[in-house]
C-alpha cells in the first residue's frame, strides 16, 4: 500500500512539474512574441518617422526654393526699375523685404 502511495506521489510530482515546464515554456513564448512585436513596433515607428521627415525635408526644399526664386525675381525686377509697390504685387514679399534687396 506504501509503495502503491509513493508511486502515485511520484506520478503527480513528474506531472506537476511537466505541467510546470510547459507553463514556463509557453510563458517564454508569449515573452518573446512581446519583444518581438515591440521591436517590429519600433521598426515601424522608425520607418515611418524617415518618411515623414523625408516628405517634411521635401516640402521644406519645395517652399525655400519657392522664396529663392521669389527674391530672385523681386531683384531682378529692381534692378529693372519697378518701383516698390509693382514688386511689392508681383511677388507678394513685404516692402521691406523688397528694401533689402
Given at each position: ?50 518618411e515623414e521627415g523625408r ?47
Amino acid at each position: 500500500y506504501m509503495d502503491n502511495k509513493s508511486y502515485e506521489a511520484s506520478i503527480l510530482s513528474t506531472q506537476e512539474f511537466e505541467l510546470q515546464w510547459q507553463i514556463e515554456q509557453i510563458e517564454e513564448a508569449q515573452m518573446r512574441g512581446v519583444q518581438q512585436g515591440i521591436q517590429q513596433g519600433i521598426q515601424q515607428g522608425i520607418q515611418q518617422g524617415r518618411e515623414e521627415g523625408r516628405e517634411e525635408g521635401i516640402q521644406q526644399g519645395r517652399e525655400e526654393g519657392i522664396q529663392q526664386n521669389t527674391i530672385a525675381i523681386a531683384r531682378s525686377c529692381k534692378q529693372q526699375g519697378l518701383d516698390t509697390e509693382t514688386i511689392m504685387a508681383i511677388t507678394q514679399l513685404s516692402r521691406e523685404d523688397i528694401e533689402a534687396l
